[in-house]
């Protein structure tokens, strides 16, 4: 499938129907997996608080251009970076990393659970769960 097809049919390769349901019930019970886990652990809720946003700063890495922009939006909202950094700080044994890894998990699953999924280079709108915001 070639570029233009995503670009005159935003909807391609997103999911719909109840798989698209199941997926964002999925991201929910992660983000309440994971927020659950980071306030058994004893993490601090004002730091919860502060950097649960943050990840969405990725999106000023649009300013440069739409494919820059999914490709950083699409990095700090996977699960992987998530389980990279709980890794990491297994390995290296840094509380606060495997936080910051419970925050990121919780906040990733937030986005899903709302219907804001994976960025398309094609525009902003455009996800893995379908278009986002005012339908034109």
Do not use: C
Not at 66 to 94: C, D, P, Q
């Amino acid at each position: 499938m070639n570029q233009a097809a995503n670009i005159i049919s935003p909807s391609a390769g997103s999911v719909t129907g109840g798989v698209r349901e199941v997926l964002r019930l999925e991201a929910f019970a992660i983000m309440a997996a994971a927020t659950t886990a980071y306030f058994v652990s004893g993490g601090n809720p004002w730091l919860y608080a502060i950097l649960f946003f943050t990840p969405d700063l990725s999106f000023a890495a649009y300013a440069l251009n739409a494919r820059l922009g999914a490709i950083v939006y699409n990095m700090v909202h996977s699960y992987i970076s998530a389980i990279l950094l709980a890794g990491a700080s297994w390995l290296l044994g840094i509380d606060l990393l495997w936080q910051i890894a419970l925050i990121l998990a919780a906040h990733a699953g937030f986005d899903r659970s709302l219907g804001y999924g994976l960025k398309y280079a094609s525009a902003f709108s455009h996800t893995h769960l379908g278009v986002i915001g005012k339908r034109t």
